[in-house]
């Protein structure tokens, strides 16, 4: 990532904006901007690769549904530049392999470290869950608060958006969606 580039630009929006870029409180704040960047979008930076996040599986007879709920998380939306902010839920059924929890929570953390859209970044997680584990189902829900809606434009505060993505036996069989819908709504 090259910072002072970043930080040029930091200086440049601030300078649009008429601000007096000398003055004490501002003079360091685009260096500080561009290293904030760069820890929010580590996943630009290629250091952890895609498929290193769910290597590690282990041989398992269990073919129940496997739930972690509640993997808090903070994004970028690419369209503002504003955080999204929420948690996403995973279910899978296994087939013959199974993953670490926090690898899961990982893959998440992943994806939150990139420009995103909600919707994109839900079915990323469901992916790369299918392609490296070949459960027999996935679901993933992520529920979020957009910064861009909630204080800017129509200014919704509260307002949570909900996307899912669904494969396999979630999108097939009503009762096994049923049980994941109902495993989520029992932690509220
Ligand atoms: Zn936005």
Redesign the pocket.
Known sequence: MDLKKMEEGFRLILEGMGENIQREGLIDTPKRVAKMYAELMTGLSGELKEEDILKTQFHEKYDEMVYLKDIEFASM??????P?TGRAHIAYIPNDRIVGLSKLARAVEYYARFPQ?QERMTCQIATLIQRELNPKGVAVLIEAS????TIRGIKKAGSLMVTTQLLGRFKSDEKTRAEFMATIHGSR
């Open positions: 939306c690419e369209h503002h530049f504003l999204f859209v957009h910064t861009c809606m």
